[in-house]
């Protein structure tokens, strides 16, 4: 089965999602920051799924999601924006960029899962 | 002496202040109880400040706007809050990360829209912050600890923060799904 690539510079969300996942039976590659996950989803072909913070340092969740997003190989990879951010202007922003879905923190475990499973499998 | 100008931006300030530390007061009581975690409201000084404490800080800035929340707790909170065992310092990072979330979140609908800046965590004892204005922490107790938030936010001259003038944000735990 495919990966679920996790994207957040906590490590304790990482850890958290990881966990959820494990339990809906995915598993789970990590990044740090935008610039680790750029260059994760680039370099590992068996990514199925991205969950990406938004404030990071570095490069941050929307800026990764744009860039990526420009590659055409990963046009139809699944994105959701997990973030403490509710701001309408940036889940407009993310959703034009090619995201499919935002979640707000804290996150609902078995949400989380549902919503992978649905993206990860249509 | 101050001018009359000056009385009232002193005024406007201490009503901005006010109104932000609502703002946050809400954040945090919310913040941890969605973690399992119960805080009362306590006066400042009434707060336990020798244990170990673990501090986050997060910067606002916007246009014509600026502040910074420091949410510092001890060891307690931080690891009842914690949903796994992992390290307290990067949890207290997320946790400050959420607080400022949720106040940028709650600050849109006056129109103010903030930048935040990613956290900075401090692990020491007696930690505090020195702010612009002399002012004390909110402060919150709970079994065996307690939890203090300093926040500080200014606008410029002409800045208004009001209710309704800006627009509504999604809410903590809000799953959006675009099909």
């Known amino acids: 089965m495919k990966k679920v690539l996790v994207v957040d510079d906590s490590a304790t969300v990482r850890q958290q999602v990881g966990l959820a996942l494990k339990q809906g039976g995915f598993e789970m590659i990590e990044a740090t920051d935008g610039l680790d996950g750029a260059a994760k989803i680039g370099s590992l072909p068996d990514i199925g799924m991205v969950i990406l913070d938004v404030n990071m340092p570095g490069m941050n969740g929307i800026e990764m999601l744009e860039k990526v997003k420009q590659i055409e190989a990963n046009a139809s990879l699944p994105v959701i924006m997990l973030t403490t951010e509710g701001q309408h202007s940036l889940i407009e922003r993310a959703k034009k960029a090619g995201a499919k879905g935002w979640i707000v923190k804290p996150f609902k475990p078995e949400l989380l899962v549902a919503a992978v499973r649905k993206l990860i499998l249509a | ?179």
């Open chain 2, 1 to 179: 002496m101050k001018t009359n100008q000056a009385r009232s931006q002193v005024d406007h300030g201490g009503q901005v202040q006010q109104l932000v530390e609502g703002i946050a007061d809400e954040a945090c009581i919310g913040l941890f109880e969605a973690y399992g975690v119960a805080l009362e409201r306590v006066p400042p000084l009434s707060a336990p400040d020798h244990d170990v404490l673990y501090s986050g800080v997060i910067g606002f800035s916007g246009p014509r706007m600026r502040g910074m929340c420091v949410l510092a707790a001890t060891e307690t909170p931080i690891r009842r809050s914690n949903p796994i065992e992992g390290p307290l310092n990067d949890w207290v990072a997320e946790l400050s990360n959420q607080l400022a979330g949720r106040m940028k979140n709650k600050l849109l609908s006056y129109g103010a829209d903030v930048y935040l800046t990613t956290p900075v965590v401090l692990r020491g004892e007696h930690l505090a912050p020195i702010p612009n204005r002399q002012q004390l922490p909110l402060a919150y107790a709970l079994p065996g600890g307690g939890v203090f938030l300093w926040i500080e936010f200014d606008l410029d001259d002409g800045m208004s923060l009001s209710p309704g003038s800006g627009t509504a944000a999604a809410s903590e735990g809000d799953a959006l799904l675009f099909f």
